[in-house]
């Protein structure tokens, strides 16, 4: 027992408390860049380019059928070797975004694929072109259907965060490794609350997710 | 590549072996496992139906990492000398576990009530009920997101390079430091994951939709 007191110090939890904070950081902004670049490459490969759509779906189905830890050594011990050399936290989310917008591409895709076809034709029928009717009338209701998968794609990328310790991202799980390597006592109490602090946010966005998903179907 | 295909062509193969082995292994605990607690969840005991929330919930919103070393560091301290294959594999299962009841269960709750009710008034008890004719039926739905698993699974597999568990992942760092070709080496070693993956995916895509 007078190790949990002694392990959940002010000064651990305000480090942990850092590390969760560099985790939510790096997710949200990896979310957000791969939101966008997702559902380009995700309109891009339903709009049916020649080749251009191939090459979009074939690229995108390899992001996604590769492991995420891969990536991250990619990122960061591959691309010094092309020149390039990331910083830790740049490699980190380079990778998360890159990983993730293959992901949300085909989820975007599906989206788009959901929304009934007689929108766009509707929409074309009253003289919008092509791209406005994609863009006003079938993109907007594609984004609706997918935002309760957009959430959950969220949770797996804040879960996968913890990954990029190994790049020695200084995110919670790190942060955890670096207070129980000065104590092994504190070993069992780091991965409680650890484990505590990862669900409380995971959980708090998959209800989340499932309220949307009961308003917005 | 080929340099690195050729000269480290047995670490790879071992590597591949070890993942796919783990995969292997996970997917089949991980289900009965699954199964166990979805059918926990659709029991009409109140209690049961809370225990199988709770592991649900729990597993799947804690990071498969925090999991897989927690076993790699605590089971050795207390318990017993464990490599990190096994550790791995038991977070692999785990984690996975509660993926494949959250499938099982919406399974289950798909297959029509009157199935359940033809059942019971035929004789059947409620376990006879549910063994021979609500799971079959309710595995036939849940065939594809179940494929779908299994590629997760492969891919979430990596971890076990994490615990030194002696997969495609951990050899591909050994590779990349061995021959400083960090480049080509991780290339290789995301080659070798396609081939499992790929196909894998592909075919549960025409499933999905010769089923749907």
């Known amino acids: 027992m007078q190790n949990f007191i002694d392990a959940y110090s002010w000064v651990n939890i305000r480090f942990l408390l850092d590390g969760l904070w560099v985790?939510?950081?790096?997710?949200?902004?990896?979310?957000?860049?791969?939101?966008?670049?997702?559902?380009?490459?995700?309109?891009?490969?339903?709009?049916?380019?020649?080749?251009?759509s191939a090459i979009v779906g074939f690229v995108v189905d390899i992001v996604r059928n590769?492991?995420?830890?891969?990536?991250?050594?990619?990122?960061?011990?591959?691309?010094p070797h092309l020149g390039f050399k990331p910083g830790?936290?740049?490699?980190?989310m380079l990778a998360m975004t890159i990983f993730e917008s293959a992901m949300l591409a085909e989820i975007v895709r599906s989206g788009i694929l959901a929304v009934d076809y007689g929108q766009m034709e509707g929409a074309r029928a009253n003289g919008m072109t092509y791209v406005q009717a994609l863009w006003h009338i079938v993109f907007p209701q594609a984004i609706k259907k997918t935002i309760p998968t957009i959430v959950s794609q969220f949770i797996s990328l804040i879960k996968d965060t913890s990954l990029a310790t190994i790049?020695?991202?200084?995110?919670?799980?790190?942060?955890?490794?670096i207070i129980y390597g000065q104590n092994s006592?504190?070993?069992?109490?780091?991965?409680?609350?650890?484990?505590?602090m990862y669900f409380v946010i995971c959980y708090a966005l998959s209800v989340l997710s499932r309220i949307l998903d009961k308003k917005l179907a | 590549m080929w340099y690195i295909l050729t000269h480290y062509w047995s670490e790879l193969i071992q590597g591949l072996g070890y993942t796919l082995l783990s995969s292997v292994i996970a997917l089949f605990f991980s289900t009965i496992i699954g199964t166990m607690f979805a059918i926990f969840e659709v029991l009409p005991n109140r209690a049961m139906r809370i225990i199988g929330r709770i592991y649900i919930e729990l597993f799947r919103n804690i990071p498969l990492l925090v999991i897989a070393m927690f076993f790699y560091v605590i089971i050795p301290m207390y318990v017993a000398k464990i490599d990190g294959f096994t550790a791995g594999t038991i977070g692999l299962t785990i984690y996975t576990s509660s993926f494949i009841a959250e499938t099982?269960?919406?399974g289950i709750q798909s297959v029509d009530k009157g199935q359940m009710e033809g059942a019971r008034s035929n004789g059947l008890t409620y376990w006879q009920a549910m063994r021979y004719i609500v799971l079959p039926q309710a595995f036939k739905i849940v065939i594809p997101p179940l494929g779908n698993q299994f590629i997760n699974l492969v891919k979430n597999s990596s971890v076990l390079a994490f615990v030194a568990g002696f997969d495609l992942m951990y050899q591909g760092n050994s590779i990349a430091s061995?021959?400083?070709?960090?480049?080509?080496?991780?290339?290789?070693?995301?080659?070798?994951?396609?081939?499992?993956?790929l196909p894998l995916s592909y075919y549960m895509r025409h499933l999905e939709k010769r089923l749907a």
Request: no cysteine; net charge positive.
């Open chain 1, 23 to 52: 985790t939510v950081e790096v997710s949200l902004i990896s979310i957000i860049a791969s939101f966008i670049i997702g559902s380009i490459l995700g309109v891009l490969r339903y709009v049916k380019i020649k080749y251009l």
């Open chain 2, 178 to 197: 061995l021959s400083l070709d960090t480049i080509n080496s991780y290339m290789v070693v995301g080659v070798f994951y396609l081939i499992i993956t």
């Open chain 1, 88 to 92: 830790i936290l740049f490699a980190a």
């Open chain 1, 185 to 196: 006592a504190f070993i069992i109490p780091m991965f409680l609350m650890v484990a505590f």
């Open chain 1, 66 to 79: 590769l492991p995420l830890i891969l990536i991250i050594f990619f990122t960061y011990f591959g691309l």
């Open chain 1, 167 to 177: 790049i020695v991202l200084p995110e919670l799980l790190n942060h955890a490794q």
């Open chain 2, 104 to 106: 099982v269960r919406a």
